[in-house]
């Protein structure tokens, strides 16, 4: 985890500042455990595949789907490790222009993809939480702040015993860290919750769809997603990390998202890829420039 032991020959103080770039660090332990908490959510992909065997009266179309779902989650599962682990693992530490790009655009899309997949199916199968908390009289909107608020505080204990313990190593920046981290924290969930609210009254899955899709080059473009932080002066470099965008982007609440089919995975995979070919040239000519 983040807190793994160090080395007898070197201190705390060298292992955060001179080991690996903590940003790298932090993104190659977010791997780690979203495989473990996806392996959980694994149990509700069984669950989806009850419901289809129970709704759908076909026996071959009803696995079909079933197997279809699997085949979704076992892709995107392993996909993003991949992807995680060789962006991350580097030689210096540093994020390439090419490789944020990549990296910002395939975490971006990953956790915005697979969780409405289903909850959308959850949702049509009358199944699952969100059915339940309807038919006692919640309204799907209030379900989604309060599922938010809940995944904010479960990331705020984290938040604080990190900033605590920079603060042990060098106190004179820990306190302006902090309230910077907590005020993006507090204005990521608002602005969550505002978004979800609208996906929610849509009037459909399409709608919500569009909707989403319209907000998602916002994120991209205010979480350091479009133009690399590398290309961006310093002072709003050290900006990014607070940023209520950055937050959103990084946080894999699953209250709103682009549909997990295969026509988005064949959108997503072309996107990626102009995306891959653009930083690549936009790169080379950043260099080009900086030699000449």
């Known amino acids: 985890g983040f807190f793994d032991k160090p080395t007898r020959s070197a201190s705390p103080r ?9 940003e790298t660090v932090i993104l190659d332990k977010m791997a780690d455990s979203s495989i473990r908490m996806f392996a959980r959510f694994r149990q509700g992909v069984g669950l989806s595949e009850e419901v289809i065997r129970e709704k759908v009266e076909n026996p071959a179309r009803a696995k079909e789907l079933a197997r279809g779902i699997a085949e979704h989650y076992v892709r995107w599962l392993l996909g993003y490790k991949q992807m995680l682990r060789r962006v991350t693992v580097n030689s210096t530490g540093f994020l390439s222009i090419s490789q944020h790009y990549m990296l910002s655009a395939l975490l971006f899309f990953f956790f915005l993809t697979m969780p ?5 199916l959850s949702i049509r199968n009358e199944q699952g939480w969100a059915a339940r908390l309807r038919s006692a009289g919640v309204r ?10 809940g995944i904010s505080a479960v990331l705020t204990g984290p938040l604080i015993a990190s900033l605590l313990g920079l603060r042990l190593l060098d106190g004179t920046k820990a306190p302006p860290l902090f309230f910077q981290s907590m005020a993006g924290l507090i204005l990521s969930m608002l602005l969550t919750v505002l978004i979800a609210f609208l996906c ?5 899955i399409v709608p919500a769809i569009t909707l989403n899709t319209a907000v998602a080059p916002v994120f991209l473009i205010f979480s350091g997603g479009i133009v690399p932080p590398l290309l961006l002066p310093r002072s709003v470099r050290a900006l990014l990390p607070f ?8 946080c894999p609440s699953g ?6 089919n295969t026509q988005s995975l064949r959108r997503l995979t072309i996107s990626v890829f102009m995306l891959a070919v653009w930083s690549a040239f936009r790169a080379a000519r950043v260099e ?5």
Do not use: E, H
């Not at 060298?14 to 903590?22: D, K, Y």
């Open 14 to 22: 060298l292992i955060i500042r001179t080991s690996q770039q903590l």
């Open 140 to 149: 799907l909107p209030s379900y989604a702040a309060v599922r938010v608020l």
């Open 200 to 204: 929610c009254n849509a009037g459909g």
């Open 116 to 120: 409405l997949y289903y909850r959308d």
């Open 243 to 250: 940023s209520p965008f950055t937050w959103m982007r990084d």
């Open 255 to 260: 209250l709103y998202g682009v549909s997990g």
């Open 288 to 292: 080009k420039k900086g030699m000449v």
